[in-house]
């Protein structure tokens, strides 16, 4: 199994700038998560999805973030328009959410990470 | 109120130590906890679940207080190889999880 997929690495961009940041779950998840980590907030729980569909984005900071999941297999996170307060690393996580309990059997994967530079 | 309650730290401890985190949480509804280990630049991955009974996994010790709503982490013969962040995780309801902002471990030599 590949393991959670983000790309890109790495994005450098100037204020103003739309950003699109890409994940691709572990296949058979059925849970999505957008996170982002900074030194001040640590990990911050931004959206998540389940069956492809948004449930909770109450973490989302702004209108200016939006996040889609259009299939199983594919989710964007969207920054329009950056700021260089938005700079932060974003993780994108998925798990197999077997019941509506939470249980040990919850475990989340993430992915490597993007890490996002807004000048 | 934060969820979920960690001493940031820094620890720096020397090989072969034993050290101990700990973290609350403010939610009596949790119901299952884990602690996360991430390495510099790197992405959180499980460590451990915690159950209520308490468990351990060759070196580590995790240990639940409900009364008190607290999760400890315990490290016995502390290796250069166990510097990292470990961050403390509550799941409250199917996807409702909360991360603790971590407790920063340095192993020094």
């Known amino acids: 199994d590949a393991g959670v997929i983000q790309s890109p690495r790495h994005e450098v961009t100037e204020m103003g700038q739309e950003v699109t940041l890409r994940c691709k779950p572990i296949?058979?998840?059925?849970?999505l998560f957008w996170y982002r980590q900074t030194m001040m907030r640590g990990l911050e729980l931004l959206i998540y999805?389940?069956?492809?569909?948004?449930?909770?984005d109450s973490g989302m900071p702004e209108d200016r973030f939006s996040a889609k999941m259009p299939n199983a297999s594919f989710s964007t996170l969207k920054i329009q328009p950056s700021e260089p307060r938005d700079s932060a690393v974003y993780f994108c996580?998925?798990?197999?959410?077997?019941?509506?309990?939470?249980?040990?059997?919850?475990?989340?994967?993430f992915g490597p990470g993007t890490r996002l530079t807004v000048l | 109120r934060k969820e979920v309650e960690q001493d940031p730290g820094p620890f720096n401890v020397p090989e072969g130590a034993t050290v101990a985190f700990n973290c609350t949480y403010s939610?009596?509804?949790?119901?299952?906890f884990f602690w996360y280990r991430q390495d510099c630049r790197k992405e959180p991955k499980l460590l451990m679940s915690?159950?209520?009974s308490g468990n351990e996994d060759g070196r580590f010790t995790a240990q639940l207080n409900r009364a008190s709503q607290y999760i400890s982490l315990l490290i016995r013969d502390s290796k250069l190889s166990d510097s990292a962040t470990y961050l403390c995780?509550?799941?409250?309801?199917?996807?409702?999880?909360?991360f603790g902002t971590g407790t920063s471990l340095t192993v020094i030599p």
């Open positions: 996580a998925s798990s197999r959410l077997r019941a509506r309990e939470a249980g040990a059997d919850n475990e989340q994967f």
């Open positions: 915690v159950y209520s």
């Open positions: 999805f389940n069956n492809n569909v948004p449930i909770d």
């Open positions: 296949s058979g998840h059925n849970s």
């Open positions: 939610n009596s509804a949790s119901q299952s």
């Open positions: 995780v509550v799941n409250i309801y199917g996807n409702q999880f909360y």
